[in-house]
């Protein structure tokens, strides 16, 4: 009968072991899962920014080509493409409106927020690529050529042409521009697990970062790489 008696106490003992066991290993994971997780996602670096050649491209990150009747198509470049992942594209001009250099033409919205793209050039208004505007998926996958969003009746070609860049220069300056928006994300948001902990190694850039930061940060993103004053 002790026999018995010690033998249960000691089948008890054990028992009670297992349950603390399976309790404490699940704190360990609910704990775990309570951590911030890291952001995962398709990533960019300077050399994978899309620049081809033959087109003109503004320090505002738009693109121009000429037509043979004057005309000008202007498009957003691959690097908003790229930081921006843009959703909905607002026209702030109608086809017929004058436009100034430095004047807003475009909303570019992205997880709610959105962010001004300004025009360029002096000019009028022609057209509108009304396709492109109801389905920005196409802009994503190639946001040149074809892809363009207005096309302008330029008031002085001459005038703006200096103005612009073109060729090997075009490569260079996209890849001044990885640079310079790495820093403004380093001072806009020190935590890796916003902009990509890749990004600290000296590397690389979560596509669509933008979506991830605030009102405040993305004002000051369009002030030092979209506005052209």
Avoid at 6 to 22: A, E, Q, R, Y
Avoid at 157 to 172: A, D, Q, T, W, Y
């Amino acid at each position: 009968m002790v026999a018995l008696f010690v033998l249960l106490t000691f089948v008890l003992i054990i028992s009670i072991n297992l349950i603390v066991t399976k309790v404490r290993e699940k704190r360990i994971s609910v704990f775990e899962e309570t951590q911030p997780e890291p952001v995962t996602g398709t990533v960019f670096s300077k050399e994978s920014i899309y620049v081809p050649q033959g087109l003109y491209y503004s320090r505002g990150h738009t693109w121009l080509n000429f037509s043979e009747d004057g005309k000008i198509k202007l498009g957003i470049d691959d690097f908003i493409n790229k930081v921006l992942k843009p959703g909905k594209i607002s026209p702030l001009k109608a086809d017929g409106d004058k436009i100034s250099k430095g004047e807003p033409i475009f909303e570019v919205f992205a997880n709610g927020r959105k962010v001004k793209i300004y025009s360029p050039v002096d000019g009028i208004i022609t057209s509108l690529n009304k396709s492109i505007l109801e389905n920005t998926q196409l802009l994503r996958e190639n946001p040149y050529r074809e892809n363009w969003l207005i096309e302008i009746e330029p008031a002085d070609v001459k005038e703006i042409l200096p103005s612009f860049k073109i060729g090997r220069e075009v490569v260079n300056w996209m890849k001044e521009e990885v640079n310079r928006f790495k820093d403004l994300l380093a001072h806009l948001s020190p935590k890796p697990s916003l902009v990509g902990a890749t990004l600290y190694d000296g590397g690389n850039i979560v596509e669509g970062v933008l979506r991830m930061l605030d009102d405040s940060s993305l004002s000051k993103f369009e002030e030092e790489f979209l506005k052209l004053s």
